[in-house]
């Protein structure tokens, strides 16, 4: 089944200590992103990747890591997390047309999302 | 700096009613999605629009590129679309995508 997975699904941890979410397809998508979704300012974009080796700063990616050493694979790092980075956080992958800009394509297949608490 | 502005921000409507949301921005776009938010969290991509009007059995996707504005219409709406709905657009350069805040369907039996 074409999908893409995250985990956790669910963190509760404290401030400062390390964490990586994980985040994973299984399509050959040559572009991947991470997404926060916080009440009342929906959804605001905090890296994405357009290939291998290849990452971007999205809106807001102060306090977050990525790394895209697969393709298939694009992890978030939270080296020393703070409660205002209590999210809901979502990685989405497309295809993107070959040769083309990534938001050339059709559909971004969203992950089921990874609710983190920093206490 | 690109905005994204949606309106309504709710919305409620009885069961077979047609529905219209719509969503402005303020920087000639690339493209321009609409997404569809589950209650349950999920999020599932309806459409990629860069000029004209695409149709997904009850969705319709509208925009006029020189106006800046998108439309998302559901005809015969149905409880189950029940959901947020969210426009994105990618402002028109290589950067990544911006939001909208969401618009809150609630379709009553």
């Known amino acids: 089944e074409a999908q893409v997975t995250q985990n956790p699904r669910y963190l509760i941890t404290v401030t400062g200590k390390k964490l990586t979410v994980t985040c994973s397809q299984n399509?050959?998508?040559?572009?991947m992103s991470w997404y926060r979704q916080d009440p009342g300012l929906g959804l605001r974009q905090i890296y994405y990747?357009?290939?291998?080796?290849?990452?971007d700063k999205g809106d807001v990616p102060e306090g977050y890591k990525v790394s895209r050493k697969e393709k298939r694979n694009f992890p978030l790092i939270l080296e020393s997390p703070s409660p205002n980075q209590t999210s809901l956080y979502f990685c989405?992958?497309?295809?993107?047309?070959?040769?083309?800009?990534?938001?050339?394509?059709?559909?971004?297949?969203f992950g089921p999302g990874t609710r983190l608490t920093v206490l | 700096k690109n905005e994204v502005e949606q309106s309504p921000q709710n919305l409620t409507a009885q069961e077979g009613e047609f529905i219209t949301i719509n969503c402005s921005y303020s920087v000639g776009i690339s493209a321009l999605h609409w997404l569809q938010q589950h209650p349950g969290g999920g999020i599932v991509s309806l459409f990629m629009l860069s000029s004209g009007k695409k149709k997904h059995g009850r969705l319709i996707a509208t925009i006029n590129i020189q106006e800046k504005h998108s439309s998302l219409h559901i005809t015969a709406s149905h409880p189950r679309d029940s959901a947020v709905y969210i426009c994105?657009?990618?402002?028109?350069?290589?950067?990544?995508?911006?939001f909208g805040k969401g618009t809150h369907l609630i379709i009553q039996p």
């Open positions: 994105a657009d990618t402002g028109g350069g290589a950067d990544g995508l911006t």
């Open positions: 989405a992958s497309s295809p993107g047309l070959a040769g083309g800009p990534w938001w050339s394509t059709d559909t971004q297949y």
């Open positions: 990747s357009m290939n291998v080796e290849v990452t």
């Open positions: 399509m050959n998508h040559e572009y």
